[in-house]
Every structure is written in structure tokens, then in C-alpha cells.
């Protein structure tokens, strides 16, 4: 059984910086692009950032130049460095990845959700 788990949320003041972490778990054979998605209240799921496997990223227009998306591919974990934090970024920020896992075709999986609230 496949999981995703991340980690990393919480409270931080304008200005501030939060680093999150997803890791995959089970018996994966090959993890694809992984990528975070944040949903603020009343609003839809967004892209935030993501990365293939060879490293190449994208990240949508609002979060470029503060936050940077990486991976360990031994690990099977992606993590998101989030600098310069407003308060329009504060969502429940959600881990994805596209993965094969064993006796099953590829598929997409997803975290459970942190939360990220930036506040003063």
C-alpha cells in the first residue's frame, strides 16, 4: 500500500520561511513527477510547483523566486523551501505523485494535506 506523508507545516509570520517534506512509502517501483498543490478555504486546488524525475521544475507565476521544490529520488521524497511567506500563500499544501507501485498500473497519489497559515 502506497503513502504519501508530509510534514513541515505550521504558523509563520509575513516574511518567514517553512520548509515541507513528503515522502513516499510501499512497495513503489518507479515514482514520476512529484508536485505540491495548496487549497486555501473556498478556493480551488492549485499547482504550486513540481519536478520530474531528472530535476527539471515549474512552478506557477505566485510562488516563483520564493519557493524551490527538490527531490531525493533515493528517498523517495520531495521537499518545498518556502521563503518570503505571505499571507494569500496560507492553504492546506498537498504532496503528489505519479507512481507505479507493485501489481498495480501507474497512478496518481496524494498526501493527506498540511497546513500552512501565515499570520501575524
Known amino acids: 500500500q502506497v503513502q504519501l506523508v508530509e510534514s513541515g507545516g505550521g504558523l509563520v509570520q509575513p516574511g518567514g520561511s517553512l520548509s515541507l517534506l513528503c515522502a513516499a512509502s510501499?512497495?513503489?517501483?518507479?515514482?514520476?513527477?512529484m508536485g505540491w498543490y495548496r487549497q486555501a478555504p473556498g478556493k480551488q486546488r492549485e499547482l504550486v510547483a513540481v519536478i520530474t524525475r531528472g530535476g527539471s521544475t515549474h512552478y506557477a507565476d505566485s510562488v516563483k523566486g520564493r519557493f524551490t521544490i527538490s527531490r531525493d529520488n533515493a528517498k523517495n521524497t520531495v521537499y518545498l523551501q518556502m521563503n518570503n511567506l505571505e499571507p494569500e500563500d496560507t492553504a492546506v499544501y498537498y504532496c503528489?505523485?505519479?507512481?507505479?507501485?507493485?501489481?498495480?498500473?501507474?497512478?496518481?497519489?496524494w498526501g493527506q494535506g498540511t497546513q500552512v497559515t501565515v499570520s501575524s
Open positions: 510501499g512497495s513503489i517501483f518507479n515514482i514520476g513527477d
Open positions: 503528489n505523485a505519479g507512481l507505479v507501485a507493485a501489481g498495480t498500473r501507474p497512478n496518481e497519489y
